[in-house]
């Protein structure tokens, strides 16, 4: 928490927030695991280059096109976060799996909605200690209740790979699946086809409660070989 609250001092002495998002809100709401501290705001990443100039972080591994960077203490390399600018995902049916398009958002009304599950949808300043919640994801969190931010067939249909990531939050948080996402996920299972075979072992392998997690997959996806 120390670096990240002097990074978000570097951000508000240029006038801009970065936001905690993602499965550190969880682990501060219930003190669920995370590894991992991901990160957003307002500025892309070449802005936040700019902002860290002659600081003590540096920027590694950006990925332009997705607006995606990391930021890294400079001489501890395992201290490091991951950043995203505000943005809004358009997809098309020829992909069920990555936006077709990205374009920047300015604010994360605007941004919420690309996220794939209320409780990864709650953003928090680590300044101020407030929570921003537009889709009830705090309720979520604290209830244990997995759901899509917005209509579940058209969340799955727009990427069904966030189906594994039900499946792996749902049996490794552990957490509840909510009636209709799950309805949604077994109608919209199909589209997982559009990723080969060695991508699908590759994202269930992640699953840590392997007993749970393969009963779940074999209910959605039978056709399947696991």
Request: with cysteine; charged share 35%.
């Amino acid at each position: 928490m120390k670096y990240l609250e002097k990074l978000a001092r570097i951000f508000q002495d240029n006038r801009s927030r970065v936001y905690v998002v993602g499965s550190f809100v969880r682990k501060i709401v219930c003190n669920d695991e995370a590894k991992d501290v991901d990160l957003c705001g307002a500025l892309t990443p070449s802005e936040v280059a700019k902002i860290l100039e002659g600081t003590e972080f540096e920027l590694y591994d950006t990925k332009d096109h997705y607006f995606r960077t990391q930021i890294k203490v400079k001489n501890k390399p395992n201290v490091y976060f991951d950043y995203t600018t505000f943005r809004k995902d358009h997809y098309s049916d020829k992909d069920n799996f990555h936006p077709s398009k990205i374009t920047i958002a300015k604010t994360i009304r605007e941004d919420y909605t690309r996220r794939d599950f209320t409780i990864n949808a709650v953003y928090f300043d680590s300044l101020t200690k407030e929570f921003y919640d537009y889709c009830g994801g705090l309720i979520d969190i604290k209830n244990r209740l997995l759901k899509t931010v917005i209509d579940p067939d058209k969340s799955f249909n727009q990427d069904a790979t966030r189906i594994i990531r039900m499946i792996k939050t749902a049996v490794d948080g552990p957490y509840n699946i909510e009636y209709n996402t799950f309805q949604a996920a077994k109608r919209n299972a199909h589209r997982i086809d559009t990723i080969s075979d060695k991508q699908f072992i590759e994202k269930i392998s992640k699953i840590k409660n392997k007993e749970l997690g393969f009963k779940l997959l074999k209910e959605i996806f039978p056709w399947k070989k696991f």
